[in-house]
T-cell receptor, first 114, second 110 residues
Framework: NAGVMQNPRHLVRRRGQEARLRCSPM?????VYWYRQLPEEGLKFMVY????????ESGMPKERFSAEFPKEGPSILRIQQVVRGDSAAYFC????????????FGPGTRLTVT | GIQVEQSPPDLILQEGANSTLRCNFS?????LQWFHQNPWGQLINLFY???GTKQNGRLSATTVATERYSLLYISSSQTTDSGVYFC????????????FGQGTILTVHP
């Protein structure tokens, strides 16, 4: 059973470009979570999605960031008009059941904004 | 929201030594997980332990939910145990949202 998959593993964008990060949950998992790890900081929750629904987006910046988990295909975290402060590791996790069950993490996408 | 504090912040050991890492949390939890972030940045699940005791090889963990703390024990440490250990919880009203502690940086010398 393959684990959580994220791509790309490394992404370099110039300021002002768009970044799209993809996450494929473990087979049978319908709950997806995104977290961000800024340099020298801990991991922070961004958003929790279930198929076609956003359950909790309390950790998402109000502008430029959006997330979706369509009926078919991976979950996408989209960052528009990236700035240097967006440089971070973005982790996706998935779980088989509702929010209290164990979350399994992907390898992360390291975004560098130049 | 819920607060998570880990101690110690840094720990340096010689290979073969034992250690205990602590995680305190400020409210009731529905989920508690321990992770190891290796030097390549990957987050490895160690334990899902909202209550009780579990063991996996040289590692074991205990969560006393009524007293709001969890302990991670590492015995006979190896250099490959080096990295950052995170405790993360889902608070009673935070549906699915893991709140992470600041981590314990463990360095094991040969």
């Amino acid at each position: 059973n393959a684990g959580v998959m994220q791509n790309p593993r490394h992404l370099v964008r110039r300021r002002g470009q768009e970044a799209r990060l993809r996450c494929s949950p473990m087979k049978g998992h319908s709950h997806v979570y995104w977290y961000r790890q800024l340099p020298e900081e801990g991991l922070k929750f961004m958003v929790y999605l279930q198929k076609e629904n956003i359950i909790d987006e309390s950790g998402m910046p109000k502008e430029r960031f959006s997330a979706e988990f369509p009926k078919e295909g991976p979950s996408i975290l989209r960052i528009q008009q990236v700035v240097r402060g967006d440089s971070a590791a973005y982790f996706c996790a998935s779980s088989p059941l509702a929010g209290e069950s164990e979350q399994y993490f992907g390898p992360g996408t390291r975004l560098t904004v130049t | 929201g819920i607060q998570v504090e880990q101690s110690p912040p840094d720990l340096i050991l010689q290979e073969g030594a034992n250690s205990t890492l602590r995680c305190n949390f400020s409210d009731s939890v529905n989920n508690l997980q321990w992770f190891h972030q290796n030097p390549w940045g990957q987050l490895i699940n160690l334990f899902y332990i909202p209550s009780g005791t579990k063991q996996n090889g040289r590692l074991s963990a205990t969560t006393v939910a009524t007293e709001r703390y969890s302990l991670l024990y590492i015995s006979s440490s190896q250099t490959t145990d080096s990295g950052v250990y995170f405790c993360a919880v889902v608070g009673g009203t935070s549906y699915g949202k893991l709140t992470f502690g600041q981590g314990t940086i463990l360095t094991v010398h040969p």
